[in-house]
């Protein structure tokens, strides 16, 4: 929050005592007191001077720092030079002008006030205009006067004034032989300041044409007195308006003797002073706007406590028939309920002061005000009654000002607590009302039980601002965290959120990581990273999501510091977080990834023991990570690895180059022998051999394996583990090389071979091999990613004129240096390429999605969509949460970097050595000065967890409340379901069948799978690439939400051939999903299909659901199920899968002779089991039993509790034809199993037979689809 002081106040008095103004009539008796002084009571001079102090007095109550001047009937020399000093010492801080006029006539018709001559024998006018010029800005003015409104209206007319001229001036070049300044050399500084005195802030006793009312009750300068102590005015006046009701014998000095100070919240005076704070607030809070409240209550302090009372004196002085104003404009606030309450609480001290005299004397016997718990009970009956409405809480300021109170402050932390709760608005109405001075000044206390309440606020807080960071920082606040976070008797939530705090304070902050390294005297084990690898290594908090906070907070911790992340190899850190990439919940996964990969990214000088660090946590992450099926985790690694990618380039452009000229081998229609000039598509790969060859000459036995054999068995780039790898071998070496080429290593065939074999399985090759693999995985946002790197490998890779050398040579500053400033000769023959270059023969199938090199990706998005696209998928988003939307997208700053606007990487060394590529840069310097090429929002998302209420009421998780939410959506269903079982009988005997066509018919395409939601009218169809969901609710009702939407049909997957194979309805009893699988075995699942109940809804979707409907759907999660399946060339059978609600488990086969069992909640796998035979269906009985139906016409019956691979407990094999589908009966005591074969049989099976079927009846016709009830013995084909 943007923070300003008042630091000077200028007060001028033109009170000219004994002597009146001629334009004032003065009644009998009339009001008399300035400041609370007499100015009869003795001397004029002397009582000038006594009012003059005692109005510095009263300043000084309401604040103590800003330096205090006055002037007593001044000329205008006298009122320039106080105001133009005050200036020069305040800089660009604020400055208060506080006028008197009460001696001199009223202000003109032109806004002119009054002051005098040297000689007092005048009034002199004294210009608005000067007066802004000699204050400048920022400034407040304070006018106690008559006709003080017609000053607001000249003021701004001067300020225009001086806006027009200073730009005139400017135009014409008059400030250019300025005294204080030139500009020289069209230098931007400006001799004089912009004039912005339309900002400044002025307060007027009375509008336009009124006279202030001299009323004998109430002091002369009654507006001042309102301004500066409020509570005297205000019980002067309370007493005077109903003295008789409460006793005639009361005298000004009765209020004087009220016992307590101001600032002592325990004592009489104090409570009526933070009393009537709290209902100034609040009056000001739900009367203001947004931006105004925070302007003049939250800003400044002097400022804010002015404005408190200004809305005392428009109160009282209405009495009196004047209307004080002020500029910005606030409305009168003097019939608002809350006066009512302070009416009362001062009638509660009151009475009390009448009724016993002896709390004058003895203060402790006074019962303190029931106004603070009245209030929270008031707050709380709204957080149970009216939140939901989003309404503004009107008692919200009520509840900080009890944050100062002892007695009342666990019940106001609880209560702030569960406000907070509901989400982000009320977060941002809690910070706009000025939450954060007081729960930062709550960080200091030490009482235990104030812990959780702070640590889940801040939580809440810094999961929507983090601007905070800073302050937190500056004031050692993160010792606070870290001893919470060490506390063992809190509770795992709190721990939680205390790493999630102390994460978010050092992200992106130099000077957070640098503190929170430090030991901590206050905490038992030091810093922050002996804390995390406490807490990780420790069992009793292995928590996933504190586990999660706790290695996010110690990858930021080293991101981009290069100091942390030497402390922590020297700790053995990265090493120690190994084992969270085996960890069963995904967001750990990614979490650990994530760490790893700024752990790559922080290191700014390089040499070989930080690549050699950097290469073994690449090796760790392709081990544990490269098949998770997690998105988040993919997204993460390939972060990970395109820092690795980034930091060794030149070891990966030659690997480019080589799968690029052998796809272009591939590709030639001889391929036994060719010729140079149709093996050498692109001179820089002729010109790289050249080079090659000639480096080998010289220094043979230095060179690494060269470009040249990497010509005849590239095709191990890909793992050297392929199955097919003696086939590739057979098939490379077939190959020719070209006359121009001669091999000088005399080594023979095979020693070549198992040379080439071990260094072509490197850690630059396995990367690579991610890269490719990733650009075609099933879900958008991954594929795009890689795509992204992919494109700016390639881009590079024929970009050098020098690229011969680098693709052998190890890297040198003058190497790294040529490869990344020149520029490409070969565009001429990169343009003549007629088609793209696929990443191997393997991924041939999925061409659609591969680049040319160096061109923008097919799989993306062309021209302006381009970055749209990539933007999208790089946003926070939740595994099955809700992707960004296009008004999202459209706000979000682009998060792709064109690789031309990148920062080349600067590489100097002390010394050149001739090493391998494998071991580049050593004794380099690397300068850390490239933006990523690509990012994830995984931190931001984790982020928003905390930011989204702990449950659909509210109920804060630091409360003993408990609420299950999931238990709610099932105890709802649970009712549908009855509901649904008792019209069953009615629904059975209906004659009516409906039937419906699509109202938009766009591919005539027939549709082999379908499937009925459980409990609603939805029907679930697809065809080769589309899906559909029916609404058969009412005749001739298309697709989903019919009532929103015209298109019933969705694209499975727009940019690949795969075909749909099986599709599932899951997780039925909250919000459905479909899971939809492809014959290259990804696993898509998508939400949004199906419609939400209001039981279902949070709030957001709610008013989404009523402002636009259903929204279309959006893919949560997608993943291969079987990589091999999905990098076949050959043609794909039937791939089928099974989904066990209750155990939340993907069971699925294909033609590869496997079963895989997924656990989808944790999305990884569980175990593979060899079947022997393709498989063609695949049912569950919901237990351990799994029923597999094979090509071969047997049907396998697996247990899942057999720990071998096999787990086969039965099989039946009547038929030899391959098994359509088949199932356990669920109400049969002899028949066990029936199955459906292509050739038309259905057989019925008895486990005690297995190898002949007890029944078989025979279709007459082929079955191509067999579908079984889940709940009876019903099948239909």
């Not at 690029?660 to 229609?669: G, K, L, M, T, V």
């Not at 302006?864 to 926070?876: D, G, R, V």
Request: aromatic fraction near 10%; charge should be neutral.
């Amino acid at each position: 929050m943007f923070q300003m002081k008042t630091v000077s106040v200028g007060i001028v008095l033109c009170l000219n005592i004994g002597i009146d103004p001629p334009d004032i009539i003065k009644p009998v008796p009339h009001a008399v007191l300035q400041s609370w002084t007499d100015p009869f009571a003795t001397d004029a001079s002397k009582a000038s001077e006594t009012i003059a102090n005692n109005l510095m007095k009263q300043y000084e109550l309401l604040n103590s720092r800003p330096r205090y001047k006055h002037l007593i009937d001044p000329t205008i020399e006298d009122v320039k030079k106080l105001c133009t000093s005050l200036r020069k010492t305040s800089k660009e801080e604020r400055v208060l002008f506080h006028y008197n006029g009460h001696g001199v006539p009223k202000p003109t018709l032109n806004g002119e006030i009054w002051v005098f001559n040297r000689n007092y024998t005048q009034y002199i006018p004294l210009s608005l205009y000067d007066l802004q010029q000699w204050m400048g800005s920022p400034s407040i003015y304070v006018f106690d006067c008559s006709n003080a409104g017609i000053i607001l209206e000249i003021f701004q007319q001067s300020a225009i004034q001086h806006q027009k001229e200073y730009e005139m001036n400017l135009n014409s070049g008059a400030f250019l032989n300025a005294k204080d300044g030139d500009l020289v050399n069209g230098n931007s500084s400006r001799p004089h300041p912009v004039p912005n005195y339309q900002n400044c802030i002025l307060l007027a006793a009375c509008s336009k044409g009124e006279i202030l009312q001299l009323h004998p009750d109430l002091p002369a300068d009654v507006f001042t007195s309102c301004l500066t102590t409020p509570i005297k005015t205000y019980l002067l006046w309370f007493l005077k308006k109903n003295g008789r009701k409460l006793t005639p014998e009361y005298t000004l000095d009765f209020i004087d003797k009220i016992p307590g100070q101001p600032n002592d919240r325990k004592s009489i005076l104090g409570e009526l002073h933070w009393i009537f704070t709290a209902v100034t607030d609040t009056i000001a809070w739900n009367t203001l706007p947004r931006e105004q409240f925070q302007r003049l209550f939250r800003q400044d302090s002097l400022v804010a406590s002015l404005f408190r009372n200004f809305l005392l004196a428009q109160r009282i002085l209405r009495c009196y028939d004047c209307t004080p104003v002020s500029n910005p404009y606030i409305k009168s606030t003097h019939s608002h309920p809350m006066w009512e309450t302070w009416d009362f609480a001062v009638d509660h001290c009151l009475s009390q002061l009448f009724k016993n005299e002896e709390i004058k004397t003895n203060p402790q016997i006074y019962v303190p005000s029931p106004f603070f718990a009245e209030q929270l009970t008031a707050f709380q009956v709204w957080l149970k009654m009216d939140s939901h409405l989003r309404t503004m809480p009107e008692k919200l300021p009520i509840v900080l000002q009890v944050l100062l109170s002892q007695a009342h402050r666990c019940r106001a932390l609880d209560l702030l607590g569960n406000f907070l709760n509901f989400g982000s608005w009320a977060v941002n109405l809690a910070l706009s009302v000025g939450i954060y001075p007081y729960v930062l000044k709550l960080l200091q206390s030490s009482a235990r039980e104030l812990r959780p309440f702070l640590v889940f606020i801040w939580a809440k807080i810094l999961a929507i601002d983090e601007s905070s960071q800073n302050e937190l920082i500056r004031d050692k606040k993160h010792r606070y965290f870290m001893v919470v976070l060490t506390d063992s008797n809190i509770s795992i939530n709190h721990q939680v959120m205390s790493a999630f705090i102390l994460s978010v304070m050092i992200r992106h902050n130099p000077n957070g990581q640098r503190v929170v390294i430090q030991n901590n005297s206050d905490c038992q084990f030091g810093s922050i990273i002996d804390i995390a690898l406490n807490l990780l290594m420790d069992d009793t908090y292995d928590q996933p999501n504190l586990r999660k906070w706790l290695i996010i907070c110690l990858g930021n911790v080293w991101e981009n510091n290069e100091d942390n992340r030497w402390l922590a190899t020297r700790n053995a850190v990265h090493e120690q977080l190994y084992s969270s990439l085996n960890h069963s919940v995904p967001e750990v996964r990614a979490s650990t990834v994530f760490a790893l990969g700024t752990f790559i990214n922080s290191i700014t000088q390089r040499n070989e023991h930080a690549n050699e660090i950097d290469r073994n946590i690449v090796s760790i992450l392709l081990q544990r990570v490269y098949y998770d099926s997690s998105p988040l985790v993919r997204k993460e690694l390939l972060v990970a690895l395109h820092w690795f990618i980034l930091i060794f380039e030149n070891n990966f452009l030659p690997i480019f180059r080589k799968k690029a000229f052998e796809d272009h081998i591939s590709r030639q229609p001889n391929s036994d022998k060719f010729s140079v000039k149709d093996a050498i598509f692109d001179s820089s790969i002729h010109q790289s051999m050249l080079s090659i060859n000639q480096s080998s000459n010289n220094n043979s036995a230095n060179i690494p394996i060269s470009f040249t054999t990497g010509i005849f068995l590239s095709i191990f780039l890909l793992l050297a583990t392929s199955n097919t790898s003696n086939e590739l071998i057979s098939k490379s070496a077939q190959v020719t090389p070209p006359n121009s080429i001669q091999m000088k290593h005399s080594h023979s065939f095979g020693s070549t071979l198992n040379t080439m074999t071990q260094s072509l399985t490197s850690i630059f090759v396995r990367v690579w091999h991610v890269i490719e693999l990733y650009r075609i995985d099933p879900h958008p946002e991954v594929a795009s990613l890689a795509s992204i790197i992919y494109n700016d490998i390639s881009s590079k890779a024929f970009t050098s004129k020098d690229n011969c050398s680098d693709s052998s040579e190890p890297s040198s500053p003058t190497n790294r240096s040529k490869y990344l400033s020149n520029d490409s000769p070969l565009t001429n023959s990169m343009e003549e390429v007629e088609k793209p270059l696929s990443m191997n023969e393997q991924m041939k199938h999925h061409s659609g999605r591969v680049s040319v090199s160096g061109l923008t990706s097919p799989y993306l998005p062309h021209s302006s969509n381009h970055a749209l696209f990539i933007n999208q998928y790089t946003m926070k988003r939740k595994i099955f949460g809700k992707d960004p939307s296009l008004m999202m997208i459209e706000k979000k700053e682009l998060r792709y970097v064109p690789p031309n606007g990148l920062c080349d990487m600067a590489i100097t060394s002390s010394k050149e050595s001739t090493q391998s590529q494998y071991n580049s840069l050593t004794d380099s310097s690397y300068q850390a000065c490239r933006k990523p090429l690509i990012t994830t929002s995984f931190v931001d998302w984790c982020t928003k967890q905390f930011s989204q209420p702990c449950s659909p009421t509210g109920i804060c998780c630091c409360t003993n409340s408990e609420f299950n939410y999931h238990d709610e959506i099932s105890e709802w269903r649970t009712n549908i379901i009855q509901n649904y079982c008792q019209a069953k009988t009615k629904l059975l005997h209906d004659d009516i069948v409906t039937t419906s066509k699509p109202q938009k018919e766009t591919k005539k395409l027939m549709a082999h799978s379908l499937k009925f939601h459980p409990f609603e009218k939805y029907l679930a169809t697809a065809d080769d690439h589309t899906f559909s969901i029916w609404n058969y609710s009412h005749t001739n009702t298309p697709v989903v939400a019919a009532d929103y939407y015209d298109v019933q049909t969705f694209e499975n997957d727009n940019l690949s051939s795969a075909k749909i194979t099986d599709l599932h309805i899951i997780n039925t009893h909250g919000r459905a999903l479909l899971l939809v699988a492809t014959d290259d075995s990804a696993i898509r699942v998508w939400r949004n299909l199906f419609p939400l109940t209001l039981s279902e809804m949070s709030m957001e979707e709610y008013e989404s659901h009523e402002r636009h409907g259903l929204s279309m759907p959006k893919l949560s999660t997608a993943f291969f199920m079987f990589e091999d399946l999905a990098l076949r060339t050959e043609p794909r059978k039937r791939f089928v899968m099974a989904y066990e609600e209750q155990k939340q488990r993907i069971i699925a086969g294909g033609d590869n002779k496997t079963v895989r069992i997924w656990d989808a909640n944790h999305e990884r796998k569980i175990r593979d089991m060899i079947i022997g035979s393709d498989v063609s269906s695949i049912q569950t009985d919901s237990n351990h039993f799994i029923c597999v139906g094979c090509q071969d016409g047997a049907v396998r019956v697996f247990d899942d509790r057999v720990k071998s691979n096999d787990g086969r407990i039965l099989s039946f094999t009547s038929k030899m034809t391959p098994v359509v589908n088949a199932k356990f009966l669920a109400n049969s005591d002899s028949i066990n199993m029936v199955s459906g074969h292509a050739n038309g049989d259905i057989c019925w099976n008895d486990k005690r037979i297995p190898t002949k079927a007890v029944r078989s009846e025979y279709t007459k016709r082929p079955i191509t689809s067999m579908v079984f009830h889940d709940l009876t013995d019903v099948f239909a084909w």
